[in-house]
């Protein structure tokens, strides 16, 4: 029997979460706010005025939109968002910070195209897969074609550069490769693949084997290469179990770089302590449960590799912003969904839910 509901426990999760970073931005965010524009609240407003109402809108009015429909224009979205990734190169339209080319300014509105390029891969990835689920055993008209498409997103990430989003779109995909039916070998096919190109993508870039070499040996250069990471987990290991307490961060004077960025989760530890962070992973950990459910219960195969997608992208970049932060992996540079500065993720995330709930309401319950 189809449900007319949708899931209230994960909406409950993401209001939560969102609401959660506003309130730890509000804090992390006090010191850059007042350095770059004289007031202390800058980025949180900017957040809830540029990212959260948008977001909280779009997750609402998608959530009464018909799933099916996006279907029809999934290559279109795809389209459009491949061209906004190559916009970013185009001097006058797009514009670089820190050595990376990731976003686009028109009429002094700045976005990021490779967080938008996150949800319409997805989409495009699930009706491509339904329509092919009988291939999904077969070298020549599924796996070729797979490899191509995800070649095709990769190429303008890797020339930003973006290779954590890039992780997170790639390992996105090969699970729903995976679940449309793909032969073992396949997938283990694409790991010698992934790791192939990683380490040439370590090769090439000086500072990405620095983040491995600090992954190894945290203690080296610690005023240089391993500064954030040591920076970061003295975070964590000053907040203890309840925390400094909420607003009392030292590491947000100008000591921790990215505070509100892919850092956020090493001020959350400081303030709040090894409570908060609990907080923070049960709060993910319903997100992914719940999603994975409404993925089961899915009405067709579109709803539900299109839920398994947007579960897992969510799921898998906040688990590699946790570990990276926390010296489990190598630094990534990748936003905590949800909690970390920034409008285009944010209003992304909260559109892909917004399909998420659409499907949970007419799954198979």
Not at 133 to 155: C, E, H, Y
Request: glycine share 10%.
């Amino acid at each position: 029997m189809k449900s007319c509901n949708y899931d209230k426990t994960l909406l409950a999760a993401v209001i939560l979460l969102s609401i959660f970073g506003l309130i730890i931005i509000s804090s992390a965010s006090v010191v850059m706010s007042y350095n770059n524009f004289g007031y202390n609240h800058y980025y949180f407003s900017h957040q809830f005025f540029y990212g959260f109402l948008p977001g909280i809108i779009l997750l609402f009015l998608l959530q009464k939109t018909d799933y099916k429909i996006f279907k029809k224009y999934a290559l279109l979205f795809l389209i459009l968002t491949i061209v906004l990734l190559i916009i970013v190169f185009i001097p006058g339209l797009g514009f670089g910070l820190k050595g990376a080319n990731r976003w686009i300014s028109i009429f002094d509105i700045s976005f990021q195209p490779s967080e938008f390029i996150k949800l319409t891969f997805i989409i495009y990835l699930a009706a491509w897969l339904e329509r092919n689920k009988k291939s999904a055993k077969d070298f020549s008209n599924l796996f070729a074609p797979f490899l191509a498409v995800v070649f095709i997103v990769a190429i303008p990430l890797i020339l930003q550069p973006d290779v954590g989003t890039l992780s997170v779109i790639i390992l996105t995909a090969v699970v729903m490769y995976f679940i449309s039916g793909a032969k073992i070998s396949h997938i283990f096919a694409l790991g010698a693949i992934g790791l192939a190109g990683l380490f040439l993508l370590v090769k090439i870039a000086p500072y990405r084997m620095n983040r491995f070499m600090v992954f190894l040996h945290p203690e080296i250069d610690p005023q240089g290469i391993g500064y954030q990471i040591n920076q970061a987990l003295l975070a964590i290991g000053s907040g203890g179990i309840f925390g400094l307490g909420f607003g009392h961060s030292r590491q947000k004077f100008n000591y921790l770089p990215e505070p509100i960025g892919d850092s956020v989760f090493a001020i959350t530890g400081e303030e709040l302590g090894m409570i908060g962070l609990s907080i923070l992973l049960v709060l993910f950990l319903v997100f992914a449960l719940r999603g994975f459910k409404i993925a089961s219960k899915a009405p067709d195969n579109f709803g539900k590799f299109a839920a398994v997608g947007i579960t897992s992208w969510i799921t898998f970049q906040a688990l590699v912003n946790m570990a990276a932060i926390t010296s489990l992996i190598p630094l990534t540079g990748i936003p905590l969904p949800f909690i970390s500065y920034g409008g285009s993720a944010l209003i992304t995330s909260l559109a892909g839910v917004g399909i998420l709930l659409n499907i949970s309401k007419q799954g198979r319950y």
